[in-house]
Every structure is written in C-alpha cells, then in structure tokens.
C-alpha cells in the first residue's frame, strides 16, 4: 500500500496506535504477501471511529476484497448490526468469511458476489456508513445511487483520494484545470470535485492511507 504521509508521521502513527486486533494483524500480513491494496491499519482504524461517531449499526461497502476494511467496520458494530460485503471475486469473500467469522461479534455479514452497484440497488436503505473502493470511474456513480439510502448524518467515505492508482500531484494538478495524466487520476478529481460542490454533503480529506474523502450527509 502506497502512503501519502512521511515518514515522521508515519512512525508516530505506529508508536500512538494500539496493535491491531490479532486476526486484523494476519490480515494485514495476508495482504501484504498477496500484494492486495487494502485501505490499510491506519484508514482501518479511522473507518472504526467514523463507525462509532455515526452510532452505526448498517454499513456498506463498494469493493470489499478480502474483507480487510470490513473486518475494522465490524469492530464497531452492535449485536443486531449489518454489514454488507461486495466483491466480483467470490474467492476474495471466501476468504473475507474464514477471516471475518472469527472475530467475536454478533453483528450479521453479506457476502454478495457480483457488481456492487447491482447489489446495493438490491438492498434496502437506510446505511450509516458506506464505504467506496471500488472502480473510481464509479465513485461518481455510486454516491448518486447512495445518496437516497443515507441515512441523515450518515457518512461515505471515499478511499484513494491521494494515492494507490493515482499520484497526488496529477490530482492535484487536475483539481487546478490540467488535463489529468489518466483515467484513474480523472476519476478520482471528478469525484472531488462532485462531492465538495454537493450542498447535500459536508467533506473533509483526510491524509491517512492513501487518502479518504470523508463525507456526511447534513440534509
Ligand atoms: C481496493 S480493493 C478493496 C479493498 C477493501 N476495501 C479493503 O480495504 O480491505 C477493490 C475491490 O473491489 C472489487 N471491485 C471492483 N469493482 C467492483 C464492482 N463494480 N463490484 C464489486 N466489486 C468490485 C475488486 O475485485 C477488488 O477486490
């Protein structure tokens, strides 16, 4: 996983933050030996406070992999709580649920194989909490079909701002008029720039991981 912090920060982050959870920490190691891009221990951790802060009990996720950031949601979830995974991969949710079914909670899982767009078209709202880190030339695409199953205060939040497929310089250098460098770095001004410029939402950015967008609904 690519960082947008130096190094400085990056050490304080380590020193300041607990140890994850055991199974967090083999996921964390799975991830790292696949090569898979997770949103990482630190976004992680911020996903379980946003969770809480939201007095979350349903989350969503657009592109859950192998279940890393679900993992953290689920820390935050009470007994009678619902999180839903999606991924095209049902191997990657195969090995979301031997992870996921053994940490302690009672909260219920989905593990929807299949587009995730098409998935939450099929659920009922409302979320509390929804995460989008899917194809960022969706990210667009889903906040729209989101925004009407949010609940009032609810947050989305937005992986990849900053980092991972894009550089933060191209984004930022798209943000100010440039032609961006490519589809990803597009993708992900276009989404910037819808989600700042929505009177629905109110949005901070937030330099931990490779970057989230964090965005809550205040109408
Ligand atoms: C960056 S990974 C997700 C990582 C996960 N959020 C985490 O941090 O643990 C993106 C995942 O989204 C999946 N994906 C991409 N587009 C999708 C779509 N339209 N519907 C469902 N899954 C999708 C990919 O298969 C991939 O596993």
């Known amino acids: 996983m690519s960082q947008v912090l130096d190094s400085t920060v990056e050490a304080f982050l380590q020193a300041a933050n607990p140890a994850p959870p055991p199974v967090l920490e083999e996921m964390t ?13 630190d976004v992680g951790r911020f996903l379980r406070v946003v969770a809480r802060l939201a007095d979350a009990s349903r989350v969503f996720e657009f592109g859950s992999g192998f279940g890393y950031s679900g993992a953290w949601f689920l820390g935050a979830l009470p007994d009678d709580g619902e999180l839903v995974l999606t991924d095209y991969d049902e191997e990657n949710l195969e090995t979301a649920e031997s992870f996921l079914s053994r940490l302690d909670t009672d909260a219920t899982v989905h593990y929807e194989t299949g587009d995730a767009m098409a998935t939450f078209e099929a659920y009922d709202g409302p979320f509390d909490v929804v995460l989008v880190d899917h194809e960022k030339s969706k990210y667009v695409d889903a906040l729209e079909d989101l925004r009407g199953d949010l609940a009032p205060g609810g947050v989305v939040v937005a992986d990849n701002m900053m980092a991972g497929p894009v550089e933060p310089e191209a984004v930022t250098e798209a943000l100010r008029g440039a032609d961006p460098v490519d589809d990803h770095t597009a993708s992900v001004a276009r989404y910037i720039e819808h989600v700042r410029d929505d009177p629905e939402f109110e949005t901070a950015f937030v330099p931990l991981g490779e970057g989230v967008a964090v965005s809550v609904k205040t109408q």
Do not use: A
Request: hydrophobic share 25%.
């Open 29 to 41: 190691d799975y991830g790292r030996d696949q090569n898979f891009p997770v949103v990482g221990p």
